[in-house]
T-cell receptor, first 109, second 112 residues
């Protein structure tokens, strides 16, 4: 079967760095996506990785290792507004997105 | 209209009633999707459409139907609502073959 695993909840301190991990087992791979979802709102696109390595976009970076079925989202200089759920999703062989349950990130002052 | 619009934003209905959730996009995306989101579970695909005139079943299609008469509109119908269909429903769109989805604000549905 297809499976995406990510931690249910994480806590970090304002100004710090946090890494949210995602492991996956899917039938085929056409890219891995990270989305941010604030409570009561719709998910919004953060990043896309299809090749191994690190993609940096401002305070956010995303890493992919296809051989390990592993990705992480790195958030630097955390701000209170970063409190949200972070969703990992993999595009399978049919280009359908398989979603993880999301990681709720709590930022403390 | 900018992006994707869903209606209603919230609805309470009695079990057995018929309900249609509306979704309209103005980005001329070919692909549209309906997801449900429940606590502790990832987004689950109900139905999708890769282009006007075609639809496909997702992971959890039972009890739901969709139509895609044109590029912009993608309504989701619950023929006879049941309590297990209580959920938050998101409509999304994208260019075909990309995973960058644009989501509507969601429709919170409660079936009693």
């Amino acid at each position: 079967g297809q499976n995406i695993d990510q931690p249910t909840e994480m806590t970090a301190t304002e100004g710090a760095i946090v890494q949210i991990n995602c492991t996956y087992q899917t039938s085929g791979f056409n890219g891995l996506f990270w989305y941010q979802q604030h409570a009561g709102e719709a998910p919004t696109f953060l990043s896309y990785n299809v090749l191994d390595g690190l993609e940096e976009k401002g305070r956010f970076s995303s890493f992919l290792s296809r051989s390990k079925g592993y990705s992480y989202l790195l958030l630097k200089e955390l701000q209170m507004k970063d409190s949200a759920s972070y969703l990992c999703a993999v595009s399978d062989s049919n280009y359908q997105l398989i979603w993880g349950a999301g990681t709720k990130l709590i930022i403390k002052p | 209209i900018a992006g994707i619009t869903q209606a209603p934003t919230s609805q309470i209905l009695a079990a057995g009633r018929r309900m249609t959730l509306r979704c309209t996009q103005d980005m001329r995306h070919n692909a549209m999707y309906w997801y449900r989101q429940d606590l502790g579970l990832g987004l689950r695909l109900i139905h999708y459409s890769n282009t006007a005139g075609t639809t496909g079943k997702g992971e959890v299609p039972d009890g739901y139907s969709v139509s895609r008469a044109n590029t912009d509109d993608f309504p989701l119908t619950l023929a006879s609502a049941v309590p297990s269909q209580t959920s938050v429903y998101f409509c999304a769109s994208s260019d075909v073959g990309t995973g960058e989805l644009f989501f509507g604000e969601g429709s919170r549905l409660t079936v009693l």
